[in-house]
C-alpha cells in the first residue's frame, strides 16, 4: 500500500510504528545498526546493479539468474552450456571466480546535509554552490576511504536538497554456485517479463571469498576462503498468504518520482519513442543471426537480454502513461503548487520562477535530446563504436608520446578486449551499424551530425551499408587478430587512419563540441529550478512524508503480499504454483519449454517439504513493495526477519511507477523461497546448499 524506497537509517522515526501495525516484529536496530549485526550486514549490492544476500554463514549469497546471467553465460560453451543447463558447484573447488564482479556491504550511512550546505544560502550564486557543494563531497567521501580501506561516495536526495555520506566494503571475490537450467530462470522469455502471473525461478547463486583474515580483496585469490557474514537471513518455508507483511531491502537503482511535466512529457513523446525504435531494430538483427547459429545465440544471449528487458519496459511506460495521464497528473500537481506559491510574496520570491525556468529548459533540451539519444543507442548501440571509444587512453598517451602511458594504456585493454571478443559477431555488428547509423543520419537533425555523415553523403552516395562495408572490411577495430597487431606496435598515425575510431571520433567530437555545450547551459539553469520545485512540494505537502528517489543507495520498502486488479473486470491473485507451469508449457516455442527432469518431478508432484498447505508447489507471488531495477534479488523478509521470496520484477500495469506511484496497480513480483529451494534440491540435485542454510520453522508470517 506504501509508496517509499526508505533510507534504512531513519526506519526508527519514519516508519516504525506503521511497520509494527502492518506485522513487523523486529526492532529498528535489528534492521540497521551500525555497531551490532542488524539485516543490513545481509544484504549486498551485486556488481553495482543488482541487489543479493547472504543465506549461510558461509557467504553463500542468493541473487536473481537475470543478474547472474552475464557470469553464468560467461562460463557456458557449446560443450558445456551450463546457461542452457544450469549448474550446482558439488564442492567449493567447483565455484567458479568472476574477475570484475564485485559485492558491497554497507558499513554505515550518515547524513552529511549540514556539512556539505554549511554556510549556502538562497542566494549563493549557482556555480559557487555547485563548486562548493562537488567539493565537499569529494572530501567527505575521501575521508571516510581511510586509504582505500572502504568504498565510500555522497549522494545528493531530493534535487539536492540533502547528501548523505555511503560506507561500504567491497569484495572482489564473487563466485559462482549455481543456477537453474535458463528455462527455469528465465522461464516465460520476454514475453513473460514484467508481467503477472509469473512462473519463473528467476534465482542464481554465489558465494563471497574473503582473505584468511575475513577482509575484502581485490580480486579473486587462490587462497581466498569463504567469507563469514555479520549476518546471515534465516530461510522460512512456512509460506505466504495475502495481507502477511513483507518488507524488502535492496538498492533500488532509479526512479524520477519528482520529475516535472514537460519532462515526463519529453519522456513519453521523444526519449522512449527513439529508445524503443533503436532497440527494435537492434533486436531483430541480433535474434536474425541467433536464430542461424547456436553457438553466436549463446555469445549474444546476455547483451540481448539487457537491451530486451529495457526495450519492453520503455514501451510499457509509454502505454501506461498515455493510459494513466500520467503527464496531465503531474501538471494538475504543478498548478496547484504554482497557486500555493502565489498565495504569499515570500514564497514566490523563493520558488516563484522555478517552474518556468523548468518548461524553458525542457523546451530547449528537446531541440537536442534526439542526438544524445541516437549517439547513446544507436552510434553506442553498435559494439565497434563503444569498443573505439576504449582506445582513448591509449590516444592520449601515444599524443603525448608518453612510453609508460603507452605501455600501461595497451596493456589495460587486454582483458576488456578479451572480453569484448570472445562474444563478438563482426559480420552482425557491421548489419546493426548499417542500420542504426542510416537511422541516426534520417533522424537527427542535419545540423547536430557527426562529419562522418558528409563522408557517407559523398563517398558512398549515402548508402550506410556500403560506409559500413568500408568499416568493417579496413577497421582493424573489427577483427581481435588485427587490434592485436596493431597493439604491439601502436602509432597515433595508425589510429588515427582506422576508419572504425575515425567513426567514432567523428560522433564523439560532434557530441562534445556541438550538443554537450548547449545541454550544459540548460541543465545548469534546471538543476536549480528542480533543487526550488521539489523543496517548495515538500514544503506544501509538508504533511506527506517523501521518500527519496531511488539512486542505487540502499533502501527498505515494506507492504504486504498483496493481489490486484489489473483493469477493468480482470483481477489478480496473489501467488502462482506450478500447475501454471504446465498450463504454459510449450516444447515448440523456445520461451516456454520445461526442462524434461522438471516435467517428471512435477507431473510426479514430488515436492517434499515445499508443498504448500494445499499440497502444491507454490511458485510465485506479489507484495506491494515499491521496488525498481536494482532491487533484482533482493530479499522479500517476513515481519520476523526471515526470507520468503526473492524480489524479481515489476508488473505490466505499472510500469509508469518509476515515474509516479500507483498503490492500487503497482506490485512486486517475487520468487517463492520454496519454489527456489525445490529447484536447488530436487531439481538441480544440490540438497548440500540447502543444508548450508538456517530453515527456520517459527509459523505462519506476522501480519
Ligand atoms: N524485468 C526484470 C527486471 O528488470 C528482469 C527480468 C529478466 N527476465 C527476462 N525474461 N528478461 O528486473
Known sequence: ????????????????????????????????????????????????????????????????????YDAIQSHSTPQNNILQNGFFAATRQEEKQNPGLFVDILVRMEDVTGKVLEGITPTTPEQERTATVQKRQRELADNAKENGKYVAYVRDMFGGNEYYLFIYQRFGDVRLVGAPPEAVGKFGGDTDNWMWPRHTGDFSMFRVYADKNNQPTATPQPGNVPYVPKKHLPVSLQGVSEGDFAMVLGFPGRTQRFLPAAGLQLTLDQTNPARIKLRDTRLKLWKEDMDQDA????????????????????????????????????????????????????????????????????????????STQYVNEAAFGTEIIP????????????????????????????????DHFKDYSAPTDKKVFA????????????????????????????????????????????????????????????????????????????????????????????????????????E????????????????LSYGTVRPYRGRDAVAYDYKTTAQGILEKEDATNPEFVVPQKELDLLKMKDYGRFADKQGNLPVAFITDNDIT???????????????????????????????????????????????????????????????????????????
Request: net charge positive.
Open 540 to 555: 506544501k505537502n509538508s504533511q506527506k512524508v517523501y521518500s527519496p528517489d531511488a539512486n542505487s543507495t540502499i533502501r
Open 295 to 370: 553457438a553466436l545465440r549463446l555469445k549474444y544471449a546476455s547483451k540481448y537480454a539487457g537491451i530486451a528487458n529495457y526495450w519492453k519496459y520503455y514501451i510499457g511506460q509509454n502505454e501506461g502513461m498515455k493510459r494513466l495521464k500520467t503527464v496531465d497528473a503531474k501538471k494538475a500537481e504543478e498548478n496547484a503548487l504554482l497557486q500555493w506559491i502565489a498565495q504569499d510574496p515570500a514564497r514566490a520570491q523563493q520558488y516563484g520562477d522555478a517552474l518556468n525556468v523548468i518548461n524553458q529548459s525542457y523546451a530547449g533540451i528537446r531541440q537536442y535530446n534526439l
Open 387 to 418: 569498443l573505439a571509444a576504449r582506445l582513448m587512453p591509449l590516444a592520449t598517451a601515444l599524443k603525448a608520446n608518453d612510453k609508460a602511458a603507452v605501455d600501461k594504456a595497451v596493456a589495460d585493454l587486454k582483458g576488456p578486449l578479451a
Open 435 to 538: 542500420a542504426l547509423m542510416a537511422l541516426y543520419m534520417q533522424d537527427v537533425p542535419k545540423d547536430q551530425q557527426p562529419d562522418v555523415f558528409q563522408t557517407v553523403q559523398k563517398q558512398y552516395g549515402g548508402s550506410m551499408p556500403k560506409y559500413a562495408d568500408y568499416v568493417f572490411s579496413n577497421s582493424f577495430l573489427a577483427s581481435e587478430a588485427k587490434l592485436n597487431a596493431f597493439l604491439a606496435a601502436p602509432t597515433l598515425a595508425k589510429l588515427e587512419a582506422d576508419p572504425g575510431y575515425k567513426t567514432y571520433q567523428s560522433v564523439y567530437q560532434n557530441y562534445v563540441q556541438n550538443i554537450v555545450p548547449k545541454l550544459q547551459g540548460l541543465q545548469a539553469g534546471l538543476g536549480r529550478a528542480n533543487r526550488l520545485y521539489v523543496a517548495a512540494l515538500r
Open 1 to 68: 500500500a506504501d509508496e517509499g524506497m526508505w533510507l534504512p537509517l531513519f526506519v526508527k522515526r519514519l516508519n516504525q510504528a506503521d511497520m509494527q501495525k502492518k506485522g513487523l516484529k523486529l526492532t529498528a536496530e535489528e534492521i540497521y545498526d551500525v555497531n551490532n549485526a542488524s539485516l543490513k550486514d545481509a544484504v549486498v549490492q551485486l556488481g553495482g546493479f543488482c541487489t543479493g544476500e547472504f543465506v549461510s554463514s558461509q557467504g553463500l549469497l542468493l541473487t536473481n539468474h537475470h543478474c547472474g
Open 629 to 703: 531495477g536494482g532491487n533484482s534479488g533482493s530479499p522479500v523478509i517476513n515481519g520476523r526477519g526471515e526470507l520468503i521470496g526473492l524480489a524479481f520484477d515489476g508488473n505490466w500495469e505499472a510500469m509508469t511507477g518509476d515515474l509516479a506511484y500507483d498503490p492500487e496497480l503497482k506490485r512486486c513480483i517475487n520468487a517463492d523461497i520454496r519454489y527456489v529451494l525445490w529447484c536447488v534440491e530436487k531439481l538441480g540435485g544440490a540438497k548440500h546448499l540447502v543444508d548450508e542454510m538456517t530453515i527456520v520453522n517459527n509459523g505462519p508470517n506476522p501480519g
